[in-house]
Structures are given as structure tokens and as C-alpha cells.
């Protein structure tokens, strides 16, 4: 596989290094209160798919923010693509998550006064790509997730599928090290959603880097390589599931040494 490049960036990924190091990590809102996360420690290698499940308050979004840079732990160490955002500035952060983290969120967040092509592009701006090296990247996209006909629609006019579908051309159009996924298939239709999940697995197999928050185990046994659950802001287990060998994928190298080393893991969690 090919280092990862960022398109407008000079920084070039070193092929084995892990594209998230977390190291002792907890996170406390209040002093007197329980911990959001208590001494996470979890690594995801380059290229793999991961769903992140757990009940509600068992700390999945304070994994999600931290990873992003949107918060800091209270203790430990948040590494991504090679860079300590646990140590950066709000600015600092903000520019690092346009240049190496695209984020899908449920209910889409797209601007609904820009057409579905500015949508996309607007990362690209904030980060400095010039527009025109940026709209070939947008058009590969949209024909890629076969959206390119509502490119001069604005969102409004589009089902909840075609928004998502805007919404993770946006996250990948600064070519991003780590793709955050935080319930991308809770707003639509089962077909949809089906649909969503197909296209996020195409994407893990052309090696982008994935870190799904679900609440479906069936969701993340079809569509993630490894799950990892979280239980009162720790890690309840963390290994490769089962199930994904019935989908005739090839698992990453990092999932097959998990896979062999853990086995079976079971993929029913009560919600």
C-alpha cells in the first residue's frame, strides 16, 4: 500500500505507523463525578475498520471527541496521524482535523444555504487547498458516490441518503489519514442505511482508515473488521469479529493477527 498523501499537504504518513495511539487515556468533566473514560489505551493501525459500541454514557462520543481534537483528556496521551492532539492549541486542532480527520455525523450537518459542490469544497477552503486543484478531487467524489447530478442542488431538495452521501464526499475531500463515522446510518431508512454501510465498506477497501460508532452489532459485523466496546468508560473487549469472515473480505494484517490471537468474539451487546 502507498503512503497516504493529503492533498495541499507536504506531510507524508509513514507506512507503519498507527494512525491512532491513545495511551492511558481517561477523561473526567467533574472532579466529584464519574470518569467519562477511565485509562483507555487503543491503537488503530493504517487501513483498519473499527466500530466503537457500548450503552449510552459508556463514553463512545468522549472517544470520538478526543480522537478529533474537539476535547482533551484529563490524563494520557491522544496520538493522530503522528501528532499529539492531546498538546494542540483550539487552533492548532481545528486546522489538524481539516488537514487528516473527515467526520459523518448522524443528522448530516451540511449548510443549507451551499450547493451540495460548496458543501464539499468548504473544507478544502478552510484549509487552504486552492479551489482549483480542489474541485477535480470534488467531482472524483460525487461521481465516486454517485451524487454528481445534484452537484448545483442544494441540500434541502435531497433524500437523507443523498445528504449523507454529501456528507462523506465533505469528509474525504482533504484525502483525510482517519475517517470518523458517529451513527452515520441513525437518520435514514434500512435500505439506506444499508447502502451507507456498503459504500463506508468500499472505502476501508480502498485503505481508508475507519472508526465507526454504532449502536448495530449487525452494522458492525458487517461493515467494521474489529469492534471494540466500551462499558463505563473502559474497554470491555477489543478483537476482530467473527462474523466478518462469512462476507469474503480479506482482513487487514492487524485484524488477521487479532483474529488469531483472540478468536471468536461474540457480536451481540444489548444497547
Known amino acids: 500500500m502507498t503512503p497516504s498523501v493529503n492533498h495541499g499537504v507536504d506531510r507524508v504518513l509513514p507506512e507503519s505507523a498507527a494512525v491512532i495511539q491513545m495511551g492511558g487515556v481517561s477523561k ?4 466529584t463525578g464519574p470518569s467519562a473514560l477511565d485509562d483507555v489505551t487503543l491503537a488503530v493501525e493504517r487501513g483498519e475498520a473499527v466500530a466503537v ?5 459508556s463514553g463512545k462520543t ?12 484529563s490524563g494520557g496521551a491522544v496520538t493522530v496521524a503522528g ?22 455525523f448522524q443528522f448530516f450537518n451540511l449548510l443549507e444555504d451551499l450547493t451540495v459542490q460548496d458543501n464539499v469544497l468548504l ?3 478552510l484549509a487552504g487547498v486552492r479551489r ?22 442544494y441540500p434541502g431538495r435531497l433524500s437523507g441518503g443523498e445528504r449523507q452521501r454529501v456528507a462523506i464526499a465533505r469528509a474525504l475531500i482533504n484525502s483525510p489519514a482517519l475517517l470518523l463515522a458517529d451513527e452515520p446510518t ?3 431508512d434500512t435500505a439506506t442505511g444499508e447502502a451507507i454501510g456498503r459504500l463506508l465498506l468500499e472505502l476501508n477497501q480502498d485503505g481508508q482508515t475507519l472508526v465507526l460508532v454504532t449502536h448495530s452489532s449487525e452494522l458492525a459485523a458487517k461493515y467494521a473488521r474489529r469492534t471494540v466496546r466500551l462499558l463505563d468508560g473502559r474497554v470491555e473487549s477489543d478483537g476482530a469479529d467473527a462474523d466478518t469472515a462469512t462476507l469474503g473480505r480479506t482482513a487487514s494484517p492487524a485484524s488477521a493477527r487479532k483474529a488469531s490471537a483472540l478468536g471468536p468474539q461474540e457480536t451481540d451487546l444489548k444497547r
Not at 473526567?28 to 472532579?31: F, G, I, Q, S
Not at 486543484?133 to 442542488?153: F, Q, S, V
Open 28 to 31: 473526567r468533566y467533574d472532579r
Open 53 to 57: 459500541m457500548g450503552r449510552s454514557g
Open 62 to 73: 468522549t472517544l470520538l471527541n478526543l480522537i478529533a481534537g474537539l476535547d482533551r483528556p
Open 83 to 104: 501528532e499529539r492532539v492531546d498538546r494542540m492549541s483550539e487552533t492548532a486542532a481545528a486546522r489538524f482535523r481539516r488537514r487528516e480527520i473527515g467526520m459523518i
Open 123 to 125: 473544507p478544502a477552503q
Open 132 to 153: 482549483s486543484t480542489a474541485r477535480p478531487r470534488m467531482a472524483e467524489l460525487l461521481a465516486k458516490l454517485g451524487i454528481e447530478r445534484y452537484r448545483d442542488n
Open 186 to 188: 441513525g437518520a435514514v
